[in-house]
Every structure is written in structure tokens, then in C-alpha cells.
């Protein structure tokens, strides 16, 4: 599908998830504006933006800092002059112990990473997309969101996921009259080498393929999707 000379932000883009949905856009053409904490790792996840700097633009910030993330996203516009899609891909998980057990430090750390992070940057892009009467933003939810079983033993992470489809929708109900979508996808296991590592035991089969879930993120960010807002589209691998 393509994206051609759509400018897109991503967040989280040094990371596996993050780099798949920054390599299908690109591949389709987009213009790439990636936010990370270190953007320097950033050729290793797409060695293509080694040897051009006329399509993409690095910004390294801490993403639950407004400040920071509103300078990013001032150089992209005053770059681009636009935004037409953002894609909320930042976050972490944090879980293993039950929930009176695990300390409540993991539930401000879980809110600040998988919440706050989506909501900073929607709010720094939206005067923006306001002002074009159009515009996308793809958030990255789980599917612990709605399966109390997928969120034992992590419930601060499954609590932050559900706040952001909250958020999706509250925020595409909000917008519905501006031009501007809120979608989300919410995966499964991500078949991803830390979750190899982590769960060296675990029946993979069932896991979602990275470069499946990017093309769930690149329809759902693409004006082929342009009378769809407010949906949270399960991804749970399988195939």
C-alpha cells in the first residue's frame, strides 16, 4: 500500500516494533519523522537513512516530556510542513508478579510509558492535524487490554493498555468532525528477539509477526482507511 510522500511520526522507532512500522512506511514512500530516546540506533533498524537525509527526520526526546516532544514536532512541521499521520508505537512492559505484590512504582512507570507518552504526543500534533482538516494517529494498545487472562500477573501493564483504548476512542469521538482519525491495534505476543529471550520455552507459533502488525498500522494510518475512527483492531498472529 502506498504512502507516498505521506509525513509520518513514529515513535519508539529504535525499537523492533517500532523500526517495522518505520521500515513499511518507508517502503511505501512516506517521509519518516522518528522519535526515540537515542535516535542514533536508528540506520541499525533501517540502514537506508544512512545515505539520505532529504526523507526523514531524528529527534531524541524522553516522550512523557511535553517540552521536548513539542520541540520534535515543531522541527517536523517547520521541516515537512506537515504532519499527515502520527503512530504511537513507544512503550514497555513491566509484570511477573501478582498485583499487591509488584511494587506500585510499576503502575506510575507502565501509565508514563504506555499512557502518558501517547497522550503528549497526540496533544503536540493535533493543533496541527486541526488546521490541515486531516490526519491519522495509530495507537499501539494490547490485547491484555481486554483479556483478564493475558494480564495476570501484569495488571499495571494491562491497566495503562486499557487507558490508551480509552483514549482512542474518547479522542476519535472527540475529532469526529474535524477531518482527523484515532485508531489502535492491539497484538498479541510480538514475535520479537527480547520476547525469544525472555520466554525461551513458549510455543512461538501463535506470536504476531512484526512485519504483519506494520501492515495493520499502515492501513489503519493511510487514506484507504479514511472512514475508519475509533476502532481497536485485535492483531493475535496465528497464521
Known sequence: MSTSDRIVL??????ALGGAVARAFWDGGARLVLFDR?????PERLPE??????????????????????????????????????????GAYRGGDPFDEAPLADLDLMLAVNLRTVAVVSRAVLPAMRRQGDGAIVNVA??????????????AYGLSKA????????????????????NAVAPGTLDTPANR????????SSWVR??????????????????????????????
Not at 513514529?10 to 525499537?15: D, K, L
Not at 494490547?142 to 501484569?154: L, M, N, T, Y
Not at 490508551?164 to 484515532?182: N, P
Not at 529471550?197 to 512461538?204: E, G, I, N, Q, R
Open 10 to 15: 513514529v515513535t519508539g522507532a529504535s525499537g
Open 38 to 42: 537515542d535516535v542514533s540506533r536508528l
Open 49 to 90: 537513512l544512512a545515505s539520505t537525509s532529504e526523507r526523514w527526520l531524528g529527534h531524541s526526546c524522553d516522550l512523557a516530556d511535553e517540552a521536548a516532544v513539542g520541540r520534535g514536532v515543531a522541527a517536523a512541521l517547520e521541516r515537512f510542513g506537515g504532519i499527515d499521520a502520527v503512530v504511537n508505537v513507544a
Open 142 to 155: 494490547s490485547i491484555a487490554a481486554f483479556e483478564p487472562a493475558q494480564a495476570a500477573r501484569s495488571t
Open 163 to 182: 487507558a490508551v483504548v480509552h483514549l482512542t476512542r474518547s479522542l476519535a469521538a472527540e475529532l469526529a468532525d474535524t477531518g482527523v482519525r484515532v
Open 197 to 204: 529471550v525472555a520466554m525461551p520455552k513458549a510455543d512461538t
Open 210 to 239: 512484526l512485519e504483519d502488525l506494520a501492515a495493520v498500522v499502515l492501513f489503519l494510518a493511510s487514506p484507504a482507511a479514511r472512514a475508519v475512527s475509533g476502532a481497536v483492531v485485535p492483531v493475535t498472529g496465528g497464521a
